[in-house]
């Protein structure tokens, strides 16, 4: 076996001793909740935000369980990660478990929750009503902006640290009935691209991550079919 071979098959390489901390903005499931474990694997901490209800609480609790067993500190919040006030309680909780030399290495936003109605309908109570649209932006698109706002304006994301967020196809291609979530994609890659540039001085990158694979079927698809 060759020496890069047997680099790689120990898992992910370490970040270093005492990294920081990675926060994951729908944390509980699908690729939020893989991510976990693989940061936690490379050695940070994982500050995990997810909404929750009681009959799908076990799964955030399995996340946060294996981060611990990585060795890694696991603070898990069930909250609406799109309410500005919820946010910044979610914060002032990281500022008191981090202290002020574990920063933020890592903003993964992985939320998926929103309306999946068409634009236009036969019949008009089928189509989708702009509170629905507008809450379906904010939850996954512009969210991303205040969470990134509050880590930088706090001090608490490091110089050289990274904002990733999950897009689609959805967000380039036409989809029956994806429209509101189509328009959220899109607005999502869009707010990346500023980040990337706003954030350059703080040496941040901002990529997004296009899952080609498919759909995954996690508890907060299935709530976008019924919504």
């Not at 990294?19 to 693989?38: D, E, M, N, T, Y």
């Not at 429209?179 to 500023?194: C, D, F, I, N, W």
């Amino acid at each position: 076996m060759s020496q890069s071979q047997s680099s790689a098959s120990l898992g992910p390489e370490p970040l270093g001793p005492d990294p920081g901390w990675a926060v994951i903005l729908g944390a509980s499931s699908g690729f939020g909740a893989a991510a976990a474990r693989a940061f936690a694997a490379a050695g940070l901490d994982v500050l995990g935000v997810h909404l929750d209800r009681r009959a799908t609480l076990a799964l955030a609790e399995g996340v946060a369980k294996d981060v611990e067993a990585f060795g890694r500190r696991a603070v898990f919040v069930n909250t609406n990660a799109a309410d500005p006030e919820k946010r910044d309680a979610v914060i002032e909780r990281l500022r008191a478990e981090a202290g002020d030399d574990r920063p933020v290495r890592v903003l993964l936003h992985s939320i998926a929750f929103g309306t999946l109605r068409p634009l236009v309908a036969e019949d008009a109570k089928s189509a989708v009503r702009a509170p629905q649209i507008a809450m379906t932006l904010d939850v996954m698109a512009t969210s991303l902006v205040g969470w990134v706002q509050a880590l930088v304006e706090g001090g608490l994301f490091a110089e050289g640290g990274r904002v990733f967020a999950m897009t689609s196809e959805g967000g380039r291609r036409v989809i029956p009935s994806y429209g509101p979530v189509g328009v959220a994609k899109a607005a999502l890659e869009a707010v990346v691209r500023q980040l990337a540039l706003e954030l350059a001085p703080h040496a941040i990158t901002a990529p997004g991550i296009f899952a080609t694979a498919g759909v995954s079927v996690t508890p907060a698809q299935i709530a976008l079919a019924v919504i």
